[in-house]
């Protein structure tokens, strides 16, 4: 049997940046099963006080003190929490202390300057992103790519719309997709709605047994999902991105993640990211 | 005029957690203008070579050393990104560490647990949820509502869209949503679509005045924005779900990831998020 321990996320906000510092370190210890607890909107001396009773619940019924990351910005609420009996590790107090020093300021202290709506322009961008991606998917609305920041080109299956949903939602990228089909292989040139957008454009490919497994979950044991037809759209498509100097990018192993991530990088789109 | 100081995310992945625990720190210095710049995918000692030269070059150009914000797991990688002339913060070394000695065991060292596919079948989940989203918004296909885990409801633009997206996403959360229209109110009953899967549903709201800006933007001057057609909407989806006892949210000041952790949290959906 695996070693067991309990971890919790605490957090003044919505807990996301302490839970994915916390579970990447935590993927480094494949040896053990740790049971995840999050604890989020912990802004008062009343609900920390409630967390630290349920720390050391679990800590007399397993005999271990659990690992506590938190990324508590109020020191009244943050000195509460400590007092549990557990390994307390704080993504902000050391590196704030040591990011004061270097620039010779005092922090603001203040709560709720991520993951909330924040800067409400930018978030603002972030819906309406979301917003042009829903309706410019698959194809559709072509007449406004003059708006989109990218369109995601490929065959069906390659990830260009979840992708292009993660760009909106996370980067407040407008990006919009257009599938390729067998019909827009035979003459050999990009299909007319993409041609006066050829600097947005981007490729996705993927290798034809990791599509065909894709789409038999989707169409089990149909002609658009036999290895033999996914190879043939992929060639297709491959040349034809190749030929028209879109940029390719293959997908098999990248989450989407990685992929919009390659975009923003290989596009320079990461610019506009940057303030 | 601000301060200005140059910053550098540099990761051997994505740079997804580098950045976003970085920025959350840096917004605690409103006083300062900081220049970012993200490097992902810096796996080898070339590139991180190149990311030193980088770094030095700008150090020399504004005479101050900028700050590096690191996740990087590699040893001899992160040996040559820390000897650039700069404020070196790494999210990983220190707590690797710490956790090393409280679990007494030897971390693996392994890149690319996070933001990769890493655990395929949860990757799986999650790209199935964004599909299950995507084709069960806005109330369609509502006899597929037995594979929903949530379904969101609640009068147009209350964020019910995005917020299924990043439950999808994020979470693999099979999340749908179904909006509430005038033709609803009349009977004082919840749509029959909805009937079965009472359990399920939480509901959103939002003050009006907001909405009527929301709305505006979408269509400007409309009956659908005015701010009194928007008041009598939510007047009544709110009575009717109070009636139906469906638990409603109040998104007036609330990001989707706030939204999203909120009801995660409140319908105890996934034991992970649950305290």
Do not use: W
Not at 231 to 247: F, G, I, K, T, Y
């Amino acid at each position: 049997m695996k070693i067991q321990r309990s971890v919790f996320f605490v957090s003044d906000r919505t807990g996301i940046t302490a839970e994915l510092l916390g579970k990447t370190l935590l993927t480094q210890f494949p040896d053990v099963e740790f049971h995840k607890h999050t604890t989020p909107f912990v802004d008062t001396v009343e609900k920390a006080e409630a967390v630290v009773a349920e720390i050391n619940r679990v800590t007399l019924q397993e005999g271990k003190p659990p690992i506590v990351f938190s990324t508590l910005i109020n020191d009244d609420v943050r000195a509460v929490v400590t007092s549990a009996n557990a390994l307390f590790l704080d993504f902000f107090a050391d590196f704030i202390g040591r990011l004061e020093s270097e620039l010779g300021l005092t922090s603001s202290h203040a709560l709720g300057l991520s993951h909330g709506m924040g800067d409400e322009l930018a978030y603002q961008k972030r819906m309406d992103a979301v917003n042009y991606t829903l309706s410019h998917d698959d194809g559709v609305n072509t007449a406004n790519y003059n708006r989109a920041e990218v369109i995601l080109t490929g065959v069906s299956r390659t990830g260009k719309t979840p992708t292009c949903l993660y760009l909106a939602m996370q980067y407040g990228i407008h990006a919009a997709n257009y599938p390729l089909t067998p019909d827009d292989f035979s003459d050999g040139m990009l299909p007319k709605p993409l041609l006066p957008h050829h600097a947005k454009l981007f490729g996705l490919t993927i290798h034809a047994e990791r599509l065909a497994k894709i789409r038999n979950e989707r169409k089990p044991g149909s002609r658009y999902a036999s290895l033999e037809n996914c190879r043939s759209e992929l060639r297709a498509s491959e040349s034809l991105m190749r030929q028209a100097q879109v940029p390719i990018l293959d997908t098999t192993t990248k989450s989407v993640e990685e992929i919009a991530i390659s975009i923003l990088h290989a596009t320079g789109l990461i610019k506009q990211v940057k303030s």
